[in-house]
């Protein structure tokens, strides 16, 4: 998935257009060859996804390993991390369903009609205003671990160069344009406009109306690459 957003990230700085989210990367993927087929197995591996992290949700993160150390608070905040991501996951997995429907309505454009509906009251727009400072604390932690190394704390392997470079990249400019898609948010919420909470979407676009916007989008793209590469480490190297 961040390979594919990436891909469309790159389109977006040479001027092709594109939605640079979950729906862009699945839009891609919907117009090869076998289209259909490859997004109902994209949704049934986002089911599995959200079912390991419901499973982390219920026994903990490092099941297999009881003697990590891993108790207290910090347990308790790993298992609620997989939740999210658990609801993250089956978001994907609905979009992904309804792309292979034939549905290619853009996520966000979504994100604008929920955050429209949401503003229209006192306890939506308080609503918003939390998801969105959480969105901008969560791309901060993205920052951090890339840049603290703290993501190797989640692999069985050592510091290999090549993993270093992939994960702290990738992290780092995950985090940054996590950041720019909660700030939009709060800016959205403070002038009612909700044509600016897009998601990340908005976030790439914004960076690419940047002075150096193209050279912006590129990095943003290399490091979103970055992050995919870095899955495909975690895919096999993860503590489970």
């Known amino acids: 998935m961040h390979l594919l957003i990436a891909y469309v990230v ?25 289209g259909t087929i490859a997004l109902v197995l994209a949704a049934a591996a986002f089911v599995a996804m959200a079912l390991w992290r419901l499973a982390e949700t219920a026994i903990g993160v490092h099941a297999t390993e009881p003697d990590d150390g891993d108790r207290g608070p910090s347990a308790w905040l790993d298992r609620g991390k997989a939740l999210s991501l658990a609801v993250i996951y089956f ?25 429209a509906r ?3 009251s006192t306890v939506g727009t308080l609503l918003l205003i939390v998801v969105a400072v959480t969105v901008v604390c969560v791309g901060g932690y993205h920052v951090y671990k890339g840049a603290s190394r703290a993501f190797m704390d989640d692999l069985t392997i050592t510091h290999q160069p090549v993993v270093v470079v992939a994960g702290v990249v ?21 002038r009612a406009d909700p044509s600016k909470a897009t998601g990340l979407d908005g976030a790439v676009k914004t960076l690419g109306s940047w002075p150096a916007g193209p050279t912006l989008l590129v990095i943003a793209a290399i490091g979103l690459a970055a ?3 870095y899955a495909f480490v975690m895919a096999r190297w993860a503590r489970m």
Not at 15 to 27: F, I, K, V, W
Not at 170 to 188: E, P, R
Request: avoid cysteine; hydrophobic fraction near 55%; proline fraction near 0%.
């Open 91 to 115: 978001a994907f997995a609905w979009t992904a369903a309804r792309f292979a429907l034939g549905d290619h309505s853009s996520s966000g454009s979504q994100n604008a009609g929920m955050s």
């Open 118 to 120: 949401l503003m229209s």
């Open 170 to 190: 990738g992290y780092v400019a995950k985090g940054l344009v996590l950041a720019v898609a909660g700030i939009l948010l709060v800016v959205a919420v403070l």
């Open 10 to 34: 790159i389109r977006i700085a040479i001027g092709d257009g594109g939605n640079a989210d979950q729906s862009g990367a699945l839009a891609a993927v919907s117009a090869t060859t076998g």
């Open 227 to 229: 992050y995919g590469v």
